[in-house]
């Protein structure tokens, strides 16, 4: 975290391509992760470790991790949604691993056919496994606070919910919990009330991180607050992939190209070239034609002159 | 002000339909116009009195302005770009008009043929005018400070620059000053680090309104950190009309519907509900078949369950 302030989370060849029908080839997969590594993106999730029936998308997983441990400093990350899965990543050699427990445990019945304390089982033998590594083979371990600003199934999640989840997956081992708005629900205010809360409940430095969606075009609006109240990681999408064909510019995550500009905009060092970046959608337009990307920046370019005399720092 | 915290200037009518080739019909136009209202739009500015030669799309304001005055309790505004257009401007019977004076002395030239000595002349012209008015014609007389985030022909603009124009304007006799992110180059703190410095030149209470574009993509963060710093009025677009074709999701204004949620998800008033304010775009789709109407929300639709358990109040 030396060399920049905020700490962008490229989640693209994950969330993304796991939303798309299209499954991209390795190579193409490889060029992409080499590309946002060269333009300074400091952490990658590269895929998830499911089983490839159920997202085969995400099939060559292991391979990946593989080939990105060659890009030197890059934090590869990769989720996991069980111990099997985690088993798998660390073996690759992930770096980090995420683990997503949906606040909604309607939706955790739904999408993994567990109870929340099946998921709290399985992180704490995720946690019992890492803690029987040798230091050097052991990742960091993030549990996913998913669904945490609502769920398209229950509809409203209330704030101490999250925080019980929170506090549960912090004993049951994991080394730090990340706000996750799976359902594109949060908004400025509600976002900044759970920070505080989750923050309150298992203490200001076991919460760093979020992931949000840009559904409702209030992503960066969220990222200003967030901001404001300590969060120093996002996640983001390249060209916003995973985004609703039907929906100009409904863009699924957060833009990488859009944030870095923001983040650059308002002096905050990320550690990225944002030329270099946005010349990486050429890369994944070649590899998936048929994708629409998404993104402001990338279209309407810098303002003229950029950065001389429009980059302020915070005031 | 009293029924709602924030006020909503939907400005499509004129914003919107002068940047694009076809000219929509007087009595779309009406139904636009009467429909917003409905929602309960409090300020609609209705089109521009300039030459209809300049911009055909505008040709009917003075009409426009006629049919508006039916509604009750709505703020018809209109811009004016000169003396001769203020006149038309009340003489129609617009209750507030609102000038644009370039703070990049090259646009001003390239775009209305004046420099800045000039239009402060015509402020003050206008400004007479108002004032040689009994009180019941005198209208709301804004000076609007465009091109204050920067410049496509002269780049970056010095913040002493806009503090400068935006004190001449005072001084000529508007009642209020207005920052107009023309370019689309505003971002966060450069937009805390202006209103500041504006408010500091002119005093807090004339510098209630911002005009702002989405065209990178930072338009709702923008809204966030102007709220924080004592804005309550904002320009907005339905549909985000106006758009570029050539980049999806490239907006123009920022968009009245994701506007309004961002607000009222943020417990803050508008007046105007939701639901029918995106009815509005089928009147506007079926009046332009050819333009692509922007906005996240429209495309998403609200949160399950929505507002109950998800609008919160600053905290």
Same mark, same amino acid.
């Given at each position: 975290?030396?060399?920049?302030? !905020?700490?962008?989370?490229?989640?693209?060849?994950?969330?993304?391509?796991?939303?798309?029908?299209?499954?991209?080839?390795?190579?193409?997969? =490889?060029?992409?992760?080499?590309? &946002?590594?060269?333009?300074?993106?400091?952490?990658?999730?590269?895929?998830?470790?499911?089983?490839?029936?159920? #997202?085969?998308?995400?099939?060559?997983?292991?391979?990946?991790?593989?080939?990105?441990?060659?890009?030197?400093?890059?934090?590869?990350?990769?989720?996991?949604?069980?111990?099997?899965?985690?088993? %798998?990543?660390?073996?690759?050699?992930?770096?980090?691993?995420?683990?997503? *427990?949906?606040?909604?445990?309607?939706?955790?019945? =739904?999408?993994?056919?567990?109870?929340?304390? @099946?998921?709290?089982? &399985?992180?704490?033998?995720?946690?019992?496994?890492?803690?029987?590594?040798?230091?050097?083979?052991?990742?960091?371990?993030?549990?996913? *606070?998913?669904?945490?600003?609502?769920?398209?199934?229950?509809?409203?999640?209330?704030? @101490?919910?999250?925080?019980?989840?929170?506090?549960? #997956?912090?004993?049951?081992?994991? %080394?730090?919990?990340? #706000?996750?708005?799976?359902?594109?629900?949060?908004?400025? %205010?509600?976002?900044?009330?759970?920070?505080?809360?989750?923050?309150?409940?298992?203490?200001?430095?076991?919460?760093?991180?979020?992931?949000?969606?840009?559904?409702?075009?209030?992503?960066?609006? %969220?990222?200003?607050?967030?901001? &404001?109240?300590? !969060?120093?990681?996002?996640?983001?999408?390249?060209?916003?992939?995973?985004?609703?064909?039907?929906?100009?510019?409904?863009?699924?995550?957060?833009?990488? &190209?859009?944030?870095?500009?923001?983040?650059?905009?308002?002096?905050?060092?990320?550690?990225?070239?944002?030329?270099? #970046?946005?010349?990486?959608?050429?890369?994944?337009?070649?590899?998936?034609? @048929?994708?629409? *990307?998404?993104?402001?920046?990338?279209?309407?370019?810098?303002? =003229?002159?950029?950065?001389?005399?429009? @980059?302020?720092?915070?005031?």
């Amino acid at each position: 975290m030396a060399a920049f302030d !905020i700490e962008i989370s490229e989640v693209g060849p994950r969330d993304g391509l796991q939303s798309i029908q299209t499954i991209m080839p390795l190579e193409a997969k =490889k060029a992409w992760i080499k590309a &946002e590594f060269e333009a300074g993106v400091p952490e990658i999730e590269v895929g998830s470790f499911v089983p490839a029936k159920l #997202l085969p998308q995400m099939a060559d997983t292991a391979a990946l991790v593989d080939y990105a441990r060659t890009l030197e400093g890059l934090t590869i990350a990769a989720l996991v949604p069980n111990f099997r899965g985690a088993q %798998n990543a660390i073996d690759a050699g992930a770096h980090k691993i995420s683990i997503p *427990l949906s606040v909604s445990e309607t939706h955790s019945l =739904k999408n993994v056919n567990r109870t929340h304390d @099946q998921m709290i089982e &399985e992180v704490t033998k995720i946690a019992a496994y890492i803690q029987s590594l040798p230091k050097e083979k052991q990742p960091f371990f993030e549990g996913s *606070l998913s669904t945490a600003f609502g769920c398209t199934i229950e509809g409203p999640i209330a704030t @101490q919910k999250v925080t019980e989840i929170a506090e549960r #997956l912090m004993k049951a081992g994991v %080394n730090e919990v990340g #706000l996750s708005d799976t359902t594109g629900y949060a908004t400025p %205010n509600h976002l900044v009330t759970l920070i505080k809360a989750v923050k309150s409940a298992v203490g200001e430095e076991n919460l760093t991180g979020l992931h949000l969606h840009n559904t409702r075009g209030v992503g960066l609006a %969220n990222v200003v607050v967030a901001l &404001e109240n300590g !969060i120093t990681t996002f996640d983001a999408s390249l060209g916003g992939l995973g985004g609703c064909p039907f929906a100009p510019g409904a863009s699924g995550n957060i833009v990488t &190209e859009d944030l870095v500009y923001m983040l650059d905009s308002m002096g905050l060092k990320t550690g990225i070239d944002l030329e270099k #970046l946005c010349a990486v959608r050429d890369i994944v337009q070649k590899a998936l034609p @048929q994708e629409e *990307l998404y993104g402001f920046l990338p279209h309407a370019g810098l303002p =003229k002159g950029y950065p001389k005399g429009y @980059q302020t720092t915070s005031s």
